[in-house]
């Protein structure tokens, strides 16, 4: 599927629309004529790995265009396969996210266990499908590195398994 026109991103979810417009420049308030075409796939192998829903957007003006591309692991609730998922396909992407079907309550519960944090220090973030809201932004692959904030934030939140 190819979106060649800014009004067709009204078609989706507030946070496919929040993630497009921050990675991707594709804003509301963009003019037509600088709108570049957004490109999604579904159930696409990468890397030998098969991988839920990819977007491809160009970025930069007329001059220099740059390709970026948003990985997505789509899950309804079983958090820890599409953790592990995630992390083996992260390296395929500038960004990648986990989107879940669950709550943002309940994936900030999550993201106290160890083995679902892990995410975030490949810069992985995280959706809330039912509430339609992003909960963490991915980093870019090439600062994965600041992501390392995320775990401040856990650490002041404590709990059993923060680190």
């Known amino acids: 599927m190819i979106i060649r026109n800014i009004e067709e991103l009204q078609i989706f979810s507030r946070w496919l629309r929040d993630i497009?417009?921050?990675?991707?420049?594709?804003?509301?308030?963009?003019?037509?004529?600088?709108f570049r075409p957004v490109e999604i796939n579904f159930r696409r192998k990468i890397g030998g790995n098969e991988v839920d829903m990819i977007i491809t957007c160009s970025i930069g003006d007329s001059s220099r265009v740059i390709k970026r591309t948003i990985g997505f692991e789509l899950k309804e609730s079983d958090t820890y396969k599409a953790v592990d998922q995630a992390i083996k396909r992260r390296n395929d992407f500038t960004w990648f996210y986990v989107v879940l079907d669950i709550s943002v309550e309940k994936i900030l519960s999550l993201l106290r266990n160890k083995p679902i944090m892990r995410a975030l220090e490949y810069g992985i973030g995280f959706v809330s499908g039912k509430d339609d809201v992003v909960v963490i932004s991915s980093y870019m692959k090439q600062n994965i590195h600041y992501s390392a904030s995320y775990m401040n934030l856990f650490d002041f939140l404590g709990g059993e398994n923060a680190t």
């Open 20 to 34: 497009l417009e921050k990675h991707c420049h594709c804003s509301k308030y963009l003019l037509k004529e600088d």
